[in-house]
């Protein structure tokens, strides 16, 4: 079933977020790329190209495997047809990870394709963690949990962010996925501090970070409304904050989301060798400070 | 769930859950007003949803409101790019909008949404005039079906020289199951020339078309049948045995061409096996 397939491991290492569009491309240059990440929908029906190409570049290549429609944070029950199409798709492929988003996206029995927010209380936290029960257990595997972007507040939201994620950590195991991108968004969009919010960040669970482009707009009361559109370049800004990042969570296998506007090959292949390089510079700058501290470094 | 009566104001705890069902009911309402405007303009911003000013702001839940609509109607166009084609972008943004709000999906896989597209077109009062677009929405769905459908390995064209040529009417048919038939009153096939650039097999560019949509391997491909051909098929794809289907289709067919139909379906790769029945 699995013929030669390499580790599933993620290295933690620059990977892109695997378009139709660069299929070819991967197949016949097999381009040193340190993984790739797939929407969990998108590899959802019984057969054809899609699957023959992932397939193929699943050989050689490490999967990511991140889902958009579980709705995690919603009011209602999971649907269980979907959350066992989920499953179908990790074991087909075995991906390296999981992971999900802090927000939902179906209620009564509509679906509405967006990562809505929710706010943070007691009763969305229980609902939260209840959810993420449910997939842990059907699934047979851990999840990570993404921080969301946000462009509105909830009035009634009794924990912050950071809080709310550690707890549901606490109560459920689960890992996080930080997307520092997003990070900027909602700290941009709520007038908080991106740079805190990393420092807060409940670090130690953390086993991957997403890092995509966003659009600068303003609100009616002429604040910044930054929205998480994943259509261009990762800004300058959210370059820094994933450096900051880096340092605190060490070196993460790291995203490039680029999901509109859908550029060549060699731009979106560039954007991850960047995360290569701060993640190279975090690596050497380690080691510079453990020198000048004396400490003995075993040799391999 | 059992409501609390509105008398007893105390807040009831769910066994296990340890959130009074008061809050429970609240946070219900809170998820079913953030919802309720996401397709719906004329809904006004949820209360509680605020910017930083802490008042409510049209701007910051109205990027919700364009994300879902906008994502929803990019993925109808994805599904039906022949449509959007003919009618041009705007109409279609529109037309997918009005589809969208009357039938929002109800799962997760954009690639199965849209299926009820066809006969809302062909309902739709504005589009009267242009009765070919519900089929060729249907041709597309079809398409979508068929690409995403199980693989399965079809049979060697000439699969029927190596079965006892005395039992060949009592042979059954298996279609792969990425298989669909479209039938049309219009020209389908050069639509789709034009619209999709991929040929149609074996088809004059005339009305009253049946069109076989297959995926013998990776590709789909798409194959016109005349009518006697398609009626054979269908028979045999609803597993009458060859007989039955060529006995059936010459009573209403008194033209039909028994080796040139078997032909012309062995050579679009449409059967995964071929049985004699015991």
Not at chain 2, 80 to 93: I, K
Not at chain 2, 162 to 170: H, N, R, S, T
């Amino acid at each position: 079933m699995c013929a030669q397939r390499v580790n599933a491991k993620l290295p933690a290492r620059g990977g892109v977020g695997l378009k139709a569009d660069h299929y070819h491309r991967i197949l016949n240059d097999k381009p040193d790329m340190g993984f790739f990440e797939i929407h969990a929908e998108n590899y959802m029906g019984a057969g054809g190209p899609p699957h023959g190409y992932l397939e193929a570049i699943r050989r050689d290549y490490p999967i990511s495997l991140h889902g958009v429609g579980l709705s995690i944070g919603g009011a209602d029950p999971l649907n269980k047809d979907h959350l066992s199409r989920v499953k179908d798709v990790a074991d087909r492929y075995d991906p390296g990870l999981f992971s999900e988003h802090l927000a939902w996206s179906t209620h009564d029995t509509e679906y509405f394709n967006d990562l809505l927010p929710l706010p943070y209380t007691e009763v969305t936290l229980q609902q939260v963690v209840d959810h993420i029960d449910e997939v842990q257990t059907f699934l047979g595997r851990q999840m990570l949990l993404e921080n969301p972007s946000a462009y509105v507040i909830f009035k009634e939201s009794t924990y912050e962010e950071t809080e709310f994620l550690r707890e549901i950590v606490k109560r459920t195991g689960c890992g996080l996925l930080l997307d520092v991108n997003n990070v900027f968004v909602s700290a941009t969009n709520s007038g908080g501090s991106p740079e805190d919010y990393v420092d807060r960040f409940p670090v130690e669970h953390v086993q991957e970070i997403h890092l995509g482009g966003h659009a600068p707009e303003t609100d009616e009361l002429g604040y910044p409304l930054l929205i998480d559109a994943h259509d261009r370049k990762v800004a300058d800004p959210v370059w820094a904050l994933y450096a900051r990042t880096i340092d605190r969570t060490g070196p993460q296998p790291t995203l490039i989301e680029w999901d509109a506007n859908i550029p060549t090959w060699e731009i979106l292949a560039y954007e991850a060798e960047q995360a290569d390089v701060v993640i190279q510079s975090h690596i050497e700058t380690q080691a510079q400070a453990s020198d000048k501290r004396g400490d003995h470094v075993p040799s391999a | 769930m059992s409501q609390a009566p509105d008398s007893t104001k105390e807040k009831i705890a769910l066994k296990g859950f340890g959130v009074p069902l008061q809050d429970l009911q609240s946070n219900m309402q809170g998820f079913d007003m953030f919802s309720d405007g996401l397709m719906n303009p004329a809904v006004p911003v949820p209360d509680g949803v605020v910017g930083r000013d802490g008042h409510p702001s049209e701007k910051r839940y109205g990027v919700y409101r364009n994300n879902v609509m906008a994502s929803l109607i990019d993925a109808m166009a994805a599904n039906f790019p022949a449509v959007h084609d003919l009618v041009g972008r705007d109409y279609f943004r529109a037309l997918a909008a009005e589809f969208v709000r009357k039938h929002p999906p109800e799962q997760p896989v954009l690639s199965e949404f849209g299926g009820k597209f066809s006969e809302f077109i062909g309902a739709f009062p504005p589009l009267a005039d242009y009765p070919y677009l519900k089929d060729v929405a249907a041709l597309e769905w079809a398409w979508l079906r068929v690409y995403h459908g199980p693989n399965a390995t079809p049979v060697a064209p000439d699969v029927l020289s190596k079965i006892d040529p005395a039992k060949l009417g009592d042979a059954v048919f298996t279609p792969i199951p990425a298989h669909r038939l479209i039938y049309s009153r219009f020209p389908l096939s050069e639509i789709w020339k034009q619209n999709r650039s991929e040929d149609v097999e074996g088809i004059t560019p005339e009305a009253d078309q049946v069109i076989l949509i297959c995926r013998p391997d990776m590709d789909v491909t798409l194959t016109g049948l005349a009518q006697d051909v398609a009626a054979f098929a269908d028979l045999l794809f609803f597993g009458k045995t060859l007989g039955e289907a060529a006995e059936a289709v010459s009573s209403s067919y008194k033209f039909f061409d028994l080796s040139q139909a078997l032909g012309c379906l062995l050579s679009a790769r449409v059967f995964a096996s071929v049985d004699v029945k015991a």
